[in-house]
């Protein structure tokens, strides 16, 4: 399974889009990209995923470049409730046995 | 639809003693997956199931067992607690599907200190 690597910090003002970045130059044709975040100390909480086509949802937009070898999580209109650290993982389908969860970006939404 | 469900919350034991952290889901799921996560730190996979009566090893199984009677249970066994076991620890759930979305659902956490 792919190998990601995000930033480990981010800040974003509250009420801004927060575009957060993640490269897997190593993911393969049937590796789909998932995006969770988990608040605090919470348990993580999944965001969105996708193959190769832009998705979007109530939470967020996953744009993933034409070579898949990176993808941006776009959270439109951060608020402070949006603070949390943000995982993106590549993965094959039905195979989460095998996620590999690395350090995330910890993102600071700010008033 | 409670999700998935973990107990305790909190717990405290002394080094040697021995407990069970709960962990039930009723959305049908035939996943389930054990993980600890120390502080600052991404998490680990310590045992998963495919379905009732099948378990296996993750990443970071020593210390642990667990057993899997029922599709909505997924207990997690210490047998003999040690600092290094200090960490929370996250249940999850998932369908299993060959393609698409296979979404994990975790719960709600189980903080556990040995001292």
């Known amino acids: 399974d792919a190998k990601t690597t995000q930033p480990p910090s981010m800040d974003c003002a509250e009420g801004r889009a927060a575009n957060l970045p993640c490269n897997h130059s190593?993911?393969?044709?049937?590796?789909?990209v998932y995006w969770y975040r988990q608040i605090h100390s919470q348990g993580p909480q999944y965001i969105i995923h996708?193959?190769?086509?832009?998705e979007t949802n109530e939470m967020a937009s996953l744009i993933i470049t034409e070579d898949r070898k990176s993808s941006t999580l776009i959270l439109p209109h951060a608020t402070l409730r949006d603070t949390a650290v943000y995982y993106c993982?590549?993965?094959?389908?039905?195979?989460?046995?095998?996620?590999?969860w690395g350090l995330g970006t910890s993102l600071a939404v700010n008033p | 639809n409670a999700g998935v469900t973990q107990t305790p919350k909190f717990r405290i034991l002394k080094i040697g003693q021995s407990m069970t952290l709960q962990c039930t889901q009723d959305?049908?799921?035939?996943?389930m997956y054990w993980y600890r996560q120390d502080p600052g730190m991404g998490l680990k996979l310590i045992y998963y199931?495919?379905?009732?009566?099948?378990?296996d090893k993750g990443e970071v199984p020593n210390g642990y067992n667990v057993s899997r009677s029922t599709t909505e249970d997924f207990p997690l066994r210490l047998e003999l607690a040690a600092p290094s076991q200090t960490s929370v620890y996250f249940c999850?759930?998932?369908?299993?599907?060959?393609?698409?979305?296979?979404?994990?659902?975790f719960g709600a956490g189980s903080r556990l200190t040995v001292l």
């Open positions: 993982i590549g993965i094959n389908a039905g195979n989460n046995r095998k996620l590999i």
């Open positions: 959305m049908n799921h035939n996943y």
């Open positions: 999850a759930s998932s369908h299993d599907r060959s393609s698409g979305a296979n979404v994990l659902t």
């Open positions: 190593t993911i393969s044709g049937n590796e789909y």
């Open positions: 199931s495919v379905g009732a009566g099948i378990t």
């Open positions: 996708g193959l190769k086509n832009n």
